[in-house]
Structures are given as structure tokens and as C-alpha cells.
């Protein structure tokens, strides 16, 4: 049983990022906003993940941030023990070009995805339930908080992560 539960809690999940039309700046065109598109996978194994992310049609030089929705709300999708600065250099920031194009992010993780995100000073863990890329107006990366929801911080794209293999509870449970 504990093999069946181990392969269950490795692997990769595709993230197909969906647009969110309402939550724009005001300054930017609506009908811009909503050709963003982007992709992705999420892999776990044992005690480590990656995160990797693609996506054109962004903002051009924008400052973006990649961050996981879980149960506990957003957490940055960065190691647990990244340092973070806020100036716009944090390790959940996306490189955008001048054409809107972010060629490529990745992030190893510290921590398998599909376990969960382990919380500091505690044993539980912060369940992953999507993965979110928003715009950050004030070009700052605001640290482990997004920012000002609709203020300072916009989300652009959404992705759900693969619930199917957590729908048992099967890998946050040790």
C-alpha cells in the first residue's frame, strides 16, 4: 500500500492556465489583457518539485509573479526557504521581454507539490489546489504577499492543479 500511495504523490501535472478577464488594471486595454496565454507542469518526487512556466502576450517588461492557490491562500511558488526581498527580485518573479513573452521559468522546490506545501514552526501542510501568474502594477514582487489585490496586484492566469490525485487525501497524509 505505502508503494501505491508513494506513486501517487510523484509525477508531473500539466497546468492549462485560463484567463481572468476582470481582474485588470485600468490602465490596461481589456481587449490586451485577454490574449495572455500560458502553460506549464508542476512535477513532484519524493521530497522535492519543480515548477516550470511558459507564456507570450503578457505585458511587456511587466513584473509577474507566480504564485500556488492552496487551502490556506496564495503562497509563493518558490522554495520554502527562498529569501525574499520585495524589490522585484524574489524567486517567484517572472522575466517578461519587451515583446510579452516569458520564455521560461522554473523553480526547484524544496517540498513535492503533491504533498503539499509544508507551513514554518508547524507539522501541517498548506494543500496545493491551483497555481495562479498575476500582474504586479507597482512593479514590485511584494515578498511572500502578493500585493493589494486589484490595487497592486492583478490576476491574469489560472490553472487547477491535478485534484484527481488528491482527491483521496492519499499524499498530504504521512
Do not use: H
Not at 17 to 22: H, R, T
Amino acid at each position: 500500500m505505502a508503494d501505491r500511495k508513494s506513486e501517487k504523490c510523484q509525477g508531473c501535472c500539466q497546468l492549462d492556465f485560463d484567463i481572468l478577464p476582470a481582474n485588470k488594471p485600468p490602465a490596461i486595454d481589456a481587449g490586451y489583457w485577454v490574449q495572455a496565454v500560458a502553460s506549464g507542469e508542476v512535477c513532484g518526487y519524493d521530497d522535492s518539485g519543480s515548477i516550470s512556466i511558459s507564456a507570450e502576450r503578457l505585458i511587456p517588461l511587466g513584473v509577474y509573479t507566480v504564485w500556488f492557490a492552496t487551502d490556506r491562500g496564495l503562497r509563493p511558488a518558490a522554495p520554502t526557504d527562498a529569501v525574499y526581498t520585495a524589490d522585484g527580485f524574489d524567486p517567484n518573479r517572472l522575466v517578461v521581454n519587451s515583446d510579452g513573452i516569458l520564455n521560461y521559468y522554473i523553480a526547484p522546490l524544496n517540498f513535492n507539490p503533491f504533498r503539499g506545501i509544508p507551513l514554518p514552526g508547524s507539522k501541517t501542510t498548506a494543500i496545493i489546489q491551483g497555481v495562479v501568474i498575476g500582474f504586479n502594477s507597482n512593479r514590485l514582487t511584494n515578498g511572500t504577499v502578493p500585493g493589494e489585490f486589484n490595487v497592486t496586484f492583478f490576476e491574469q492566469l489560472s490553472a487547477d492543479f491535478c485534484l484527481s490525485r488528491l482527491s483521496d487525501k492519499g499524499c498530504s497524509e504521512e
